[in-house]
C-alpha cells in the first residue's frame, strides 16, 4: 500500500492498543517521514480488522483520531455525510441506505429452464363416440367455450339406426300400453281371462324395457336427455328431430387450442377431432441439475415449494406457482431431473409453447446470520462491510463469507446479531476508503 511509514506506525499502535502520537507529518513539509519495510510488511492484511475501540483509541500523526480528514481512512473508517442517508428533496430513496443484522431463514434459489405447457389435467381431447361424416362445425381454433356448446355434427348411420330403433321401441311401448289397459278393464269386468291381462301386462313390459335400452344407447352414443326429449318420431323433416345428425358437444368450460374437424370429414371413435384446454392454469416444466436434486428433495411436495418464472414475452413479470412433481427418472442426454410446476394464468399471458427461466426457492430450515448482496464488497480477494461505530461514522469490517442465497449472502465471521451495515450505496464508502492506496492522507 502507498502509505508513509508514519502513517503505518500509527495503524500497528491502534492494533497493539497503545496511543501513538507523531507531529510535523501530513502538510508540515519540515518533517520527512522514513520508510518502515517492517511495519508495512506486518500492516498488510489488518485495515479491516480494527475493532471501534481499537481505531478509537489510537491518534493519527495529526494527533487525531477518525476526525482526521486526511488519515481516518488508511484504518477503515468512512464519515457519511447525512443527507447521503436522508432523501433529497423530491426523491423517494436515499444514495446510502443502512441495515440492522439479525438471524432469519434465507432463501436458496435452483435455477432451472423449461417450457410453458398446457395443463394436462385440465384438458380434453373431443373425440366422436361414432363413425361419421362430419356435417358442420361451429367453433374455431382459439374459441372460448363453455361446457354443453354445440362444437361440431355429425351424420351417422349408427346414429339412424340407434335412432330406429328407439322410436320402434317407443311405439311398441305406447301401443303394448294401450293393450295392457285394454285387457285389464276386461278383466276387471269380468268379460275377458287373467291369461289375457297377465299376457298384455308381459309384452308391455318387455318393450318399456326394451325403450329404456334403446334410450340409454342413444345417451352413450352422445345424445342428452333434450336430445332425446326434442325427438320427434312422426315427423323427421321436423327441426326438433335429428334425424341421424349427432351434435358433439364441449365436455367442459375451455379454449378450442387443436381443430381437426372439417365439414365433410369422416371421423371414428378413437380420432382427436378437437383439444380442449382450461388455460386458467398451465404447467412449466423444467430441468433440475443432479447437484442440486439433494436440495430440492428436502422439501416434501406436500410442504408447497414455491417457484418463480419469467418468460422472454414479459422479462420485467414474474409468475409464481407451486411445483407439484419431481421426476422419478433422470434424463441421460441432459443429466437433469423433470420437474413441474402448475402456474395460474387467469390473465392468459403465459402461452404453452412458451420458454421459461425460474427459480426453485427452498427455504432453510435453521436461522442464519446474512445480509444482502450489496453490502458485501470485495478488496484483493478480502470480503467486507460497512459497519456503523458511531455518529456519522463507519468502519471497514472484513467478514467470512459463507453461502450464497437467493437475496442474500450468509456471513459466517465478522458480524454480530444487531449491529448495523451499510447496504444500498456501500461502493461509495468504499471508494473513500481506499485513496489510502492511491497514495493520499500523511505524504512525505
Not at 86 to 110: H, N
Not at 343 to 356: A, H, Q, V, Y
Request: glycine content about 8%; proline content about 3%; hydrophobic content about 40%.
Amino acid at each position: 500500500m502507498n502509505m508513509s511509514a508514519i502513517s503505518k506506525n500509527w495503524l500497528l499502535a491502534a492494533i497493539a492498543g497503545s496511543t501513538l502520537v507523531l507531529a510535523g507529518c501530513g502538510k508540515n513539509p519540515a518533517h520527512k517521514c522514513e520508510g518502515n519495510a517492517e511495519a508495512e510488511e506486518e500492516q498488510e492484511g489488518k485495515v479491516g480488522d480494527l475493532t471501534v475501540e481499537q481505531v478509537l483509541r489510537a491518534k493519527c500523526p495529526h494527533g487525531l483520531t477518525i476526525e482526521c480528514n486526511e488519515c481516518r481512512y488508511e484504518v477503515g473508517v468512512v464519515k457519511v455525510d447525512p443527507s447521503l442517508i436522508q432523501p433529497a428533496k423530491g426523491a423517494t430513496t436515499s444514495l446510502v441506505k443502512t441495515l440492522q443484522v439479525a438471524k432469519s431463514q434465507m432463501t436458496t434459489a435452483v435455477n432451472i429452464t423449461g417450457e410453458v405447457r398446457m395443463n394436462e389435467n385440465s384438458a380434453v381431447h373431443v373425440t366422436p363416440r361414432i363413425s361419421g361424416v362430419v356435417r358442420a362445425v361451429y367453433v374455431d381454433i382459439g374459441a372460448e367455450v363453455t361446457k354443453g356448446d354445440v362444437l361440431f355434427t355429425l351424420d351417422s348411420v349408427e346414429l339412424g339406426q340407434a335412432l330406429s330403433d328407439w322410436e320402434k321401441n317407443l311405439a311398441m311401448a305406447e301401443l303394448s300400453g294401450k293393450n295392457f289397459q285394454r285387457e285389464k278393464s276386461l278383466y276387471e269386468k269380468k268379460v275377458g281371462p287373467e291369461s289375457d291381462m297377465i299376457e298384455a301386462q308381459m309384452k308391455h313390459e318387455e318393450y318399456q324395457i326394451a325403450l329404456k335400452a334403446s334410450e340409454q344407447k342413444l345417451h352413450v352414443l352422445g345424445l342428452t336427455e333434450e336430445d332425446v326429449a326434442k325427438i320427434n318420431p312422426n315427423n323427421h323433416d321436423s327441426h326438433d328431430s335429428l334425424s341421424g345428425a349427432l351434435a358433439v358437444r364441449a365436455p367442459s368450460n375451455g379454449t378450442i387450442i387443436e381443430k381437426h374437424a372439417v365439414v365433410g370429414e369422416l371421423v371414428e371413435p378413437g380420432k382427436d377431432t378437437m383439444v380442449l384446454a382450461d388455460l386458467d392454469s398451465v404447467w412449466a416444466w423444467g430441468g433440475v441439475y443432479e447437484r442440486d436434486l439433494g436440495l430440492v428433495l428436502k422439501r416434501k411436495l406436500a410442504d408447497g415449494i414455491p417457484v418463480e418464472l419469467s418468460v422472454p414475452a414479459f422479462p420485467d413479470a414474474l409468475f409464481r406457482g407451486q411445483m407439484n412433481y419431481i421426476g422419478a427418472t433422470m434424463d441421460e442426454a441432459t443429466r437433469t431431473i423433470k420437474v413441474r410446476t402448475v402456474i395460474d394464468n387467469k390473465d392468459r399471458r403465459l402461452r404453452p409453447g412458451m420458454f421459461c427461466q425460474g427459480r426453485i426457492l427452498i427455504t432453510t430450515d435453521e436461522e442464519v446470520l446474512a445480509i444482502p448482496k450489496v453490502a458485501l464488497l470485495t478488496d484483493e480477494g478480502v470480503d467486507f462491510v460497512f459497519t456503523h461505530m458511531q455518529d456519522d461514522y463507519y468502519l471497514r469490517t472484513n467478514v467470512q463469507k459463507g453461502r450464497d442465497f437467493a437475496e442474500g449472502v450468509e456471513i459466517l465471521k465478522g458480524l454480530a446479531p444487531g449491529q448495523m451495515i451499510v447496504t444500498d450505496g456501500a461502493f461509495i464508502l468504499k471508494s473513500d476508503v481506499l485513496k489510502a492506496k492511491m497514495g493520499a492522507g500523511c505524504a512525505d
